[in-house]
C-alpha cells in the first residue's frame, strides 16, 4: 500500500489534548497511549485541559527535538471545546513541520491559515476519515495469508479492542499477526489503514481486499470489523468488510448489557450464537472454510463477583473459549487458533 | 424528497443517441424510450449515428418548442466516439436552457463551456451517477406501506426491468405502485431516485429508507435492487439495500446461464432456492414477515422450446410462480402478492 491510496502516518506522534476536560472525548488519544507508547513521545496539554495519557507534557519545540513528526488530535472537539482555542497552537505545529493528523469530521483544511502554514513547511494534513482514493472494486480470489475478523451483536462493542488484543497475544507467542486498522482510531495506532466506513459503497470489499492483502501463508492479518450484520444501520458496512477480507477465523464480540441496537432502538441484539451463525453463513461465500474461534466480551458492567461465571457459562454454551479481553486477554483464544488451524 | 437530496429530473426528455452506432452503448435511451415514452419528445441523432429508438428525430429547437425541459444523454460514449464530437451540441443545448442529464462516469463540468452556457440560461447539469449530500444514517424505524424488492443471484440479472415490469402489471391490476430507482437508468426513468452503489457505505440503508419512505398502507413501492448477495464485489450494497428497504415481499432474478458471478470469475452464482433463503434470513432482521412471491428468470439465452418448461420446473420446486418478464409479464406474481399479502 501507498500513500496515494491509504494512509502512512509519520511516527513518532505528539498527541494533542487541547484544552478538553473529559477523558470520554479523549478515546483516540487513549487508545495511542494504551497500544502503541513506542510511537509517541509525548502529550501536548493547553492550560485548562484536564486530562493526562501519563505521557512527557511537551510543547512543540521540544517534542520536534524529542523527534516528533506528527501531531496527532487525540481528542473530539467537545466536552467544553470548540477546537477553536487550537487554532494557534495547530498552526504553529504545522509551520514547524510537524504533519498534522485528524480523525474529526471537520476538514482541517478549513482551520484558517493550516493548508498555506503546512505547504511552507512541507507539513501534510491528514483526515483518517476520509477515504483514499482509487479503492479498487473487489475480485473475490483467494489470496495467501491467514486472516482474523472480529464481527459484533453490535456497534461498539470491542471490536477494535478485540484486535488489537488478539494481534499482541499472538506475536507474544511467537504467530507472526499485524493488526489492520478499518476506523480512525485504528488508523492512528497502526500507522495505516483505511476507514471503510468511508467508502463509497461500491468499494467497501474492496477496501478490505487492499486492508489485508495477500502475505506469506504463515502471517496472521487480525482485521478490524466494523458494525454488526444485524445493525440495520450499518449490516452493509460489515458485510462489505466480511467478504472481502474472507477470514479464515472470526471473533464474536458482545456486550451483555446491550438491550437495544445502538443507532437503532426498535431492535434488539442477537444472541451470540445467533450471530455467529449468520457471519459464518455469509462468510463462507467467500470463504468455505470459515471458523468461529472464540467470543470477546465485555464484562465491564457485570458485577465483578459474576464475571467469570458469565464466561464460562457462555464457554459451555457455544463450546469455544470466550474471554474478557481488557481482563482476561486473548491466550485461549489464541490456543483454539492454534489447535484448529495450526500456523 | 426534494432536490437538495435526490434527485427529481425535469421532463419531457430529448433523448441524445450521439454519434454512437451499436445498441449495447444505448441500454439508457432505450430503457426510457421503453418505460416511458409519455415523458420523451423525440431522440436527437448526430451524422453517423446508427441507432433508431423509434421516436420523432428532432434538433433542439425542435425539442424545445415540442415542451423539452431536459436533454438526456442516452448512450455511453462508446462504439466508436469518445464524446468530443458531441461537445457542441450539449453547449447548444445548455445555452438554451435544457437541463443537461447524464449518467456518465465523467462529470459534465468537464465538458468545456458547459457550466457557463448552463449558468447564464439557469440550466442545471445533473449527474445521476453522483450521490445527493445529507443521506441520514438509516433509523430501522418501521415505516407504514408496503414494499417489495427485487434481489438477484448475482448483477445485472433483471432486477431493473423485473421492479418496472411488477409496477407495470400492479397498476395495470388497480393496485397503486410506484417503482423506485437505484441506479442511473432507473433515476432517468422514474425521474428521481439515489444511485445507491454511490453511497459512503455508512448510508446505504439511509438512502433505501429515504428511497421508498412512508406512505399509504396499501401502497406498493417496487424497488429497484442491487448487486447480490453473493457477489464478493458488492454485496454490501445489497445487504444494506435489503435492511434499508424493510420489504414486505422479495422477488428473486436469474439468469439459468450465468455460470460465473459477474466481477467475480472465481465464484459461481448459488441456485435460486439458496439465493432465496438467505435474502429471506437477512430481510427478516428488519421485517420479520417478509416473504418471498416469485422468481423473474431471463430466459432468452434458453432455446425458445424449452422456456416454458425450465419455468415450470422451476415453479414446482420452489413452489412459487415463475415467469420471464419479458416474455410473459408478471401477473402470475401479482397473483400471488395479492393472495398472500392482500391489498
Not at 38 to 67: F, S
Not at 97 to 115: F, K, N, Y
Not at 212 to 228: A, K, L, V
Request: proline share 6%; charged share 15%.
Amino acid at each position: 500500500m501507498n500513500q496515494t491510496i491509504s494512509f502512512q502516518l509519520k511516527s513518532p506522534y505528539l498527541i494533542f489534548l487541547g484544552d478538553v476536560t473529559e477523558m470520554i472525548y479523549a478515546k483516540t488519544g487513549a487508545g495511542i497511549a494504551e497500544w502503541c507508547p513506542e510511537t509517541v513521545v509525548g502529550q501536548l496539554r493547553m492550560e485548562g485541559c484536564k486530562l493526562d495519557l501519563g505521557l512527557p507534557d511537551m510543547d512543540i519545540a521540544q517534542a520536534i527535538e524529542a523527534g516528533a513528526r506528527s501531531l496527532v488530535i487525540g481528542v473530539a472537539p467537545a466536552g467544553g471545546s470548540s477546537g477553536d482555542t487550537w487554532v494557534p497552537l495547530l498552526n504553529q505545529a504545522a509551520a514547524m513541520g510537524l504533519d498534522i493528523v485528524s480523525g474529526l469530521h471537520s476538514d482541517l483544511a478549513d482551520i484558517p491559515g493550516l493548508t498555506e502554514n503546512a505547504r511552507k513547511s512541507g507539513a501534510a494534513l491528514i483526515n483518517v476519515r476520509r477515504a483514499p482514493a482509487n479503492i479498487p472494486v473487489a475480485t473475490g480470489s483467494k489470496r495467501r495469508g491467514r486472516r482474523l475478523l472480529t464481527v459484533g451483536t453490535d456497534c461498539a462493542v470491542g471490536k477494535k479492542y478485540s484486535a488489537l488484543a488478539l494481534t499482541a497475544a499472538m506475536n507474544a507467542r511467537g504467530v507472526n499477526a499485524t493488526f489492520r486498522a478499518t476506523g480512525q482510531t485504528g488508523i492512528m495506532i497502526a500507522g495505516g489503514g483505511i476507514p471503510v466506513d468511508s467508502v463509497v459503497s461500491d468499494f467497501v470489499s474492496g477496501a478490505a481486499e487492499m486492508i489485508s492483502p495477500e502475505n506469506h501463508p504463515q502471517h496472521w492479518d487480525i482485521i478490524e470489523g466494523q458494525g454488526s450484520l444485524f445493525n440495520p444501520s450499518f449490516s452493509g458496512v460489515s458485510l462489505g468488510l466480511l467478504h472481502g477480507s474472507q477470514p479464515d477465523a472470526l471473533v464474536i464480540c458482545h456486550d451483555p448489557l446491550r438491550s437495544r441496537v445502538s443507532t437503532c432502538p426498535d431492535y434488539r441484539p442477537p444472541s451470540i450464537g445467533v450471530c455467529m451463525e449468520l457471519n459464518l453463513r455469509c462468510a463462507r461465500i467467500t470463504n468455505p472454510d470459515a471458523v468461529c474461534v472464540g467470543v470477546c466480551v465485555n464484562t465491564s458492567g457485570l458485577p465483578v463477583s459474576e464475571r467469570q461465571e458469565y464466561l464460562q457459562t457462555l464457554s459451555a454454551e457455544v463450546n469455544l473459549p470466550c474471554v474478557d479481553p481488557v481482563l482476561d486477554g486473548c491466550d485461549p483464544i489464541v490456543d483454539e487458533i492454534l489447535k484448529r488451524l495450526g500456523n
